[in-house]
């Protein structure tokens, strides 16, 4: 069992930037591949970006290509999402996740991961 802790998210002007990070309170993310979700207000949780349990391979929505990366920090047990040239339509609660399969062309899919956070909310204003 592993239980997520997401920090970071909070007010921001358009163009700025944030870093989510994601840890876990019990146990390691080590050997998951992990990923990070957004859901808007009445809108459905949509995939933003996965990285593998080796963090040799990444994948983005197109969304956020090229202006989120997302990484991971073996010795510190973190998962992060580096969010730059924020938008408006960047607003949501975003979740990270982690992965209970081993396949990567799996990773969009959030009924492919097994552990959720409690959400960090974002807000970017115009």
């Known amino acids: 069992q592993v239980q997520l802790v997401e920090s970071g998210g909070r007010l921001v002007q358009a163009g700025g930037s944030l870093r989510l990070s994601c840890a876990p309170s019990?146990?390691?993310?080590?050997?998951?591949?992990m990923g990070w979700f957004r859901q808007a207000s009445e809108k459905e949780r949509e995939f933003v970006a996965a990285i593998s349990w080796s963090g040799g391979n990444t994948y983005y929505a197109d969304s956020v290509n090229g202006r989120f990366t997302i990484s991971r920090d073996s010795a510190k047990n973190t998962v992060y999402l580096q969010m730059n040239s924020l938008k408006p339509e960047d607003t949501a609660v975003y979740y990270c996740?982690?992965?209970?399969?081993?396949?990567?062309?799996?990773?969009?899919?959030?009924?492919?991961?097994?552990?959720w956070g409690q959400g960090t909310q974002v807000t970017v204003s115009s």
């Open positions: 996740a982690a992965a209970s399969v081993y396949r990567d062309y799996l990773l969009r899919n959030s009924q492919n991961y097994a552990y």
């Open positions: 019990g146990g390691t993310v080590g050997s998951y591949a």
